[in-house]
């Protein structure tokens, strides 16, 4: 069976990601998304998450993208911003894996630090992005970030269109 015991819970996720990277060539990389906590007293715990984290690692995968909650409705979470970064910085500790850090990370330097700080290695921007699709863009621009844009957009950088500095104020 895949539940009760932990490694039996393990099982079905361990699995499907050695079938999956069995699948695909070397040169892709997975990963996984994973609870690192539930926030409730007998679901899910951060060594839990750790140790997955570890076993995932071990048939190959490559990252662990790190979430927390959403599994029992009646756990209220106190969210704030990057509530759910020390998920993800106990598991690259813990498992040695590359990690993505969730959970309203805002701004450009709330990102940039996560990354720079070794909380994680990667960053998710879920709703920013829903809310404003050029928040990269617009990050890069922030962080004196150099880029490339297509013709069609580079008429909206602040190097170019005066506007720029009104529709995105510091």
Known sequence: GFGGSRDNRFAWPLSIATAVKAALPASVALGARITGQDW?????QLADAVALAGELKSVGLDFICVSSGGVTPRV???VRPGYQ???AEA???GSGIATRAVGL???PRQAEDIIAEGSADMVA???????????????AEELGVDLTYPPQYA????KVW?????????
């Open 40 to 44: 409730s007293d007998d679901g899910l």
């Open 76 to 78: 209220r979470v106190q």
């Open 85 to 87: 970064v020390p998920f």
């Open 91 to 93: 598991v690259k500790k």
């Open 105 to 107: 990370i805002n701004t």
């Open 125 to 139: 921007i879920g709703r920013g992005l829903l809310d404003n699709p050029r928040w990269g863009w617009h990050a």
């Open 155 to 158: 008429r909206v950088t602040k």
């Open 162 to 170: 005066p506007g720029a500095a009104l529709a995105r104020p510091k």
